[in-house]
Structure formats: C-alpha cells, structure tokens
C-alpha cells in the first residue's frame, strides 16, 4: 500500500517561492505517474501538475505554466513542486496523487493514492 505525505506549505506573500515535497512509504513509486492537483474552497479540486514514471514526460495547468515545475527523484521515492511567483489566487489545498501506470493523466479519477494535502496560502 503506497502512502503519500505532503510537506513544505505555508503562508506567503504574492512574487514569493515555495516548493513542495511528496515522499511516499510502503511501496517503490519508481513506475508510478504522479501528480499534484489542488482544491480552493467551494471550487472542485483541479489539476496542477503531472509526471510520467521515469520524469521523461510532465505537463502543467495553463494556469501555473511558467510559474510552476514538476519533478521527481526516484532514488528518493519523492516528488516535487517547485511553486515561483505566486499568486492569491494559488491559494488552495495542495495535494500529491499517484496512479498504478507509467504514463500521467490529468483526470484525479485516475489516481490510486492520495496525500492528506498541504495549505498554501497566498497573501496580496
């Protein structure tokens, strides 16, 4: 059984840096695709980020691209976000997913493991 646990959140102002961490325990996550999606209150949880197996292949939400990078040490069995020039409106619960197959997806329904989620909050 894979667990994720969320690390590296908290409360900035706008134009500042944040980077988070996922680890995961319990199983190698080498051929796993990951992703991280994230969920502001009242609204449904979207997708940020996401990563094939080997870190090959990533893609990211209109929203973020140029802002955000996704990447991923396998060696570690951990994954990342690096977060640049934030904005308020990235303030949300952040999550780390991952799903039993090498190539990313987009859709949370196609994740297995879910983290407990990490509060970024994103002052102006």
């Known amino acids: 059984q894979v667990q994720l646990q969320e690390s590296g959140g908290g409360l900035v102002q706008a134009g500042e840096s944040l980077r988070l961490a996922c680890v995961a325990s319990?199983?190698?996550?080498?051929?796993?695709?990951m992703g991280w999606f994230r969920q502001a209150p009242g609204k449904e949880r979207e997708f940020v980020a996401g990563?094939?197996?080997?870190?090959?292949?990533?893609r990211h939400a209109v929203s973020v691209m140029g802002r955000f990078t996704i990447s991923r040490d396998n060696t570690e069995n951990t994954m990342y976000l690096q977060m640049d020039s934030l904005k308020p409106e990235d303030t949300a619960i952040y999550y780390c997913?991952?799903?039993?197959?090498?190539?990313?997806?987009?859709?949370?329904?196609?994740?297995?493991?879910w983290g407990q989620g990490t509060q970024v909050t994103v002052s102006s």
């Open positions: 990563i094939n197996w080997s870190g090959s292949d990533s």
């Open positions: 319990g199983y190698s996550i080498r051929e796993y695709a």
């Open positions: 997913a991952a799903r039993r197959f090498k190539v990313l997806s987009i859709r949370p329904d196609d994740h297995n493991y």
